[in-house]
């Protein structure tokens, strides 16, 4: 069996966030264990509130998982303050393999790190990242670099390894232009990772989703340019195969093998009868 967590925020609507992450991690073929680092009172098309994790309580949790689990992997998603991002840096372990999402504001606009929060971020933790997967607006937000192209992405994918990370993964999804595509930058370089564009836009937990099977991945032995890769096509087909809420926004759906809203599980014809 191997091992990944996530470390990130729990969303009440199981669209993304800890929620999410797990569902990835499980469908990824690795089994996902998660630390709450902070909670969220949402659903569909809005962040209505969210509360603190006691930092104590998050470095307890890390460090209870790292006393019985050989985990092969660890992802940092939502993380809300300073205090949080300070927590998650220094327990989990410094050898340790990671993949951050430096999460700031959702989708919907609702800011989930604080200023203080991003200063930690980029001091405390992504010079422990062996991957940092911003979206375009993340990407340009942390690095001032104007995102428009292969080599703007360049640009802004060596700040962060300037800031420590080894590799970075620039996410296409906000650059119609880019046709899906997304960008890996590490020391050897620029790679394209191609796409497709699908017909739908606002899609809720495609972040959340494609770090956590970058994560799964990496626990299961690959690269890091193989694990994004991988990674890419398991969140395109989530999306494919993606849910529509009662508000008609889509959310990304992890268990798509499974289950998906063209399919059921059980039906009259193999239903069990006593």
């Not at 092969?72 to 809300?80: A, F, I, P, V």
């Not at 620039?170 to 046709?179: Q, V």
């Not at 050897?188 to 017909?199: Q, S």
């Not at 193989?226 to 195969?241: G, N, P």
């Amino acid at each position: 069996m191997k091992y990944a967590v996530s470390v990130a925020g729990s969303d009440s609507s199981a669209g993304a966030g800890l929620q999410t992450d797990l569902k990835t991690m499980n469908a990824c073929g690795v089994w996902g264990m998660t630390v709450a680092a902070a909670l969220t009172a949402q659903n569909g098309t809005c962040v209505t509130e969210s509360a603190n994790v006691e930092a104590s309580f998050i470095r307890k949790q890390i460090e209870t998982l790292c006393a019985e689990f050989p985990i092969g992997c660890w992802k940092t998603g939502m993380l809300n303050n300073a205090a949080t991002v300070r927590a998650a840096a220094s327990a989990i372990p410094s050898d340790a393999f990671l993949v951050t999402d430096p999460v700031i504001v959702s989708t919907s606009g609702s800011v989930l790190l604080d200023k203080a929060g991003e200063r930690a971020l980029c001091a405390e933790l992504l010079p422990l990242a062996l991957i940092v997967t911003p979206n375009i607006p993340e990407a340009e937000y942390l690095s001032g670099v104007c995102v428009t192209d292969r080599k703007s992405a360049y640009e802004a994918g060596r700040w962060f390894m300037e800031q420590g990370a080894s590799s970075v993964l620039i996410k296409g999804g906000h650059n119609e232009s880019w046709r899906g595509c997304d960008y890996f930058i590490d020391r050897d370089g620029i790679r394209t990772i191609e796409g497709k564009r699908l017909p739908y836009s606002n899609i809720h937990g495609t972040g959340c989703c494609l770090s956590s099977a970058a994560a799964a991945y990496i626990a299961l032995g690959k690269s890091p340019y193989a694990a994004v890769c991988a990674a890419k096509e398991f969140v395109t087909a989530a999306i494919e195969h993606s849910v529509v809420y009662p508000s008609g926004r889509r959310t990304v759906n992890p268990l798509w093998k499974a289950f998906s809203p063209q399919k059921r599980i059980l039906g009259p014809q193999n239903q069990d009868t006593d």
